[in-house]
């Protein structure tokens, strides 16, 4: 065996260890959390509700759009450590589902094909399914009235709803090698309101021009999954997110990607803690709110 092959063969081991340990973690960590009845919008307000994760509930000019649904008990082995702050029962009937990029934890197909057969049930139509380019093989199959792909940059118009697919620091296989697929945000705007949902990404220049060029209100940015160092590549810290959150010059934002799926090795509770250190030390802590799944907040 060569050098070269030896020092690959161990850094396998070393990740196949940390992952035993992340599994054997979560499996013995109780599951927190409370679910509630969402709340809905009147007199054209924003209505913002987190469900866990990724996954939002927004009512948006008129309309009732879900983003990167997943309420999933179990990611494979993976234990959810926090209740869906929302049962999918409870959903209404839903116009537009978006999905940022194909990674399980993002893309959970029986959570999409629940949401499509329910409002299908409720409506007679399906909802329209917006993804990233290249997903439509992974999606095809789930009951939607419509799927549109989109490119970075460009925009799709649902009823009064712009919404563009922006570009992220990330990337999109849902298999290791297919990595042809697409990845990115949303910026969604519909009269006064506008929300930029950005996806899995790491800290990159992009977020100044997704600022300069759609000006969001309100940004969903993640939070989580930045231990050890280099998951920095491709996730961002509380640090990164501040830093983005003052490039976008957005009015509010709200953290994500954090506490539900134990998906790196920082504590739990550590990214929240880190987000209010960080906001306070930009000056921007006022501006910061950190939602409680399933609580239903109007902007």
Known sequence: ????????????????????????????????????????????????????????FLQIGGLNVVIDPNFARWLFVLKRLRQPGLNLRDLPPTDVVLVTHAHFDHLHRQSLRTIARQTRRATGTAPTLVVPHHLFDLVSDLGYEQIVELEWWNTYRHGALDITHVPSRHWGARILKDSHRGYGGYVLRSGKHSVYHAGDTAYFAGFREIGERLSPELALLPIGAYNPPQFRNVHT????????????????????????????????DEPLQLLEREAAKAGVKDKVVVLEEGITRFF
């Open 237 to 268: 810290s509380p640090a990164d997110a501040t830093r983005a959150f003052l490039d976008l010059h957005a009015r509010w934002m709200v953290p994500m990607h954090y506490g539900t799926f134990r998906l790196s090795h920082e504590p739990i």
């Open 1 to 56: 065996m060569t050098i070269k092959s030896s020092l690959k063969n161990r850094a396998l081991r070393k990740r196949a260890g940390q992952f035993t340990q992340l599994v054997r973690h979560s499996a013995v960590t109780p599951r927190t959390g409370e679910t509630h009845k969402p709340k809905l919008v009147s007199n054209g307000q924003l209505g913002v509700t987190f469900i866990g994760h990724s996954s939002f």
